[in-house]
């Protein structure tokens, strides 16, 4: 099944989930109180959309640079923005130290790329265009406005659960018996539909990954560039600066390549793939990396679980599928 059918299939799920939750509290309720759920959601759904990308830039401290001032920088987004064929997005460098890239934007037309300073210092230029590639796919993609859809979904059914459970709806009409099942079936759904939510955004991940292979970037270079983010990560997290930098952007850390409160754990995995211990992984790695069998500890896979971000093992094991 690929990425983009699981994706499909996903969506057409939490809809239905939705519909079923929505119209079974239409009949309870009345058409009326069904509404003005779905009236509060698309309320919230478009407040989070205008300012999103503004609180981005802000706790991210993005600054936008001009041609001027990073060249190279420039050309190579360019170069990529025209091979995927949309609007060349906006270019910034987040002034925070954990090495990392992201790509943010209300549309194609808004959006933007930036690289934090520590990546800059840390990636071959090989491997940052493998990593720019993996975020204009984001933006090829919608990815933002995807996942900001489809997490209003939980949000409904959070309102919904709260409402019937201690809210005192429906307590009245038909008794408060029937009104704290329907609170505890939406509980578990909101539950539900938030794993569900972190279920597309680690396809996502892997479709950009793909894309980026797709643009032109050989697979080798994106695994070497996670690789070295993976191990910077796990090393910067124990400094006081990265970790009150963390703390800062713990909302928003979804944006980044990798998530980066993981990478303690991910790094004693990915390991045994640098054969050389060159701290970068090469095509032979990758090529041998195929055949082999991929198995994450229990604890990585349960924490993949409640996370936006593909386990890493996986995820470069899936790049040497593309080689």
């Keep these: 099944m690929n990425l983009q059918f699981k994706m499909w299939l996903l969506v057409v799920v939490m809809f239905a989930i939705l519909y079923g939750v929505i119209t079974g509290i239409g009949s309870y309720m009345g058409v009326g109180s069904a509404t003005n759920y779905v009236i509060l959601a698309v309320f919230f759904m478009g407040f989070q959309y205008l300012i999103g990308p503004s609180m981005v830039s802000m706790l991210m401290r993005v600054k936008y640079v001009s041609e001027k001032e990073e060249p190279e920088l420039h050309q190579v987004v360019a170069e990529l923005s025209q091979k995927a064929n949309i609007p060349k997005p906006k270019i910034g460098i987040s002034q925070i130290s954990l090495p990392n890239a992201f790509a943010f ?26 990593v ?14 995807i996942m900001t859809l489809l997490s209003v979904i939980p949000l409904i059914l959070y309102w919904i659960a709260w409402s019937f459970m201690w809210g005192g709806m429906g307590g009245r009409r038909q008794g408060g018996g029937y009104a704290a099942l329907i609170g505890m079936g939406a509980m578990l759904l909101y539950f539900l539909t938030n794993l569900l939510v972190l279920y597309g955004s ?5 479709y950009a990954d793909e894309n980026s292979c797709k643009l032109g970037n050989p697979p080798q270079n994106l695994a070497s560039a996670l690789y ?10 124990k400094e006081p600066r990265a970790e009150a930098e963390l703390k800062r952007i713990e909302g928003i850390k979804a944006f980044f390549l990798n998530d980066v409160s993981r990478a303690e754990n991910e790094i004693k995995e990915l390991k045994e793939i640098d054969r ?10 990758l090529l041998a990396l195929r055949t082999q069998e991929v198995k994450p500890s229990t604890a990585e896979k349960l924490l993949e679980i409640f996370t936006t971000h593909p386990n890493m ?3 470069i094991k899936r790049l040497a599928t593309l080689v």
């Design 105 to 130: 934007g209300r549309s194609l037309g808004d959006g933007r790329v930036c690289v934090t300073q520590g990546i800059q210092k840390l990636l071959t230029k090989e491997e940052l265009k493998a």
């Design 132 to 145: 720019l590639g993996h975020e204009i796919s984001h933006l090829k993609h919608r990815d933002m406005m």
């Design 202 to 206: 680690r396809i996502r991940e892997y």
């Design 228 to 237: 070295k983010l993976v191990y910077s990560s796990a090393r910067l997290k």
């Design 276 to 285: 050389d211990f060159s701290g970068t992984i090469d095509q032979t790695e």
């Design 313 to 315: 093992l996986k995820r």
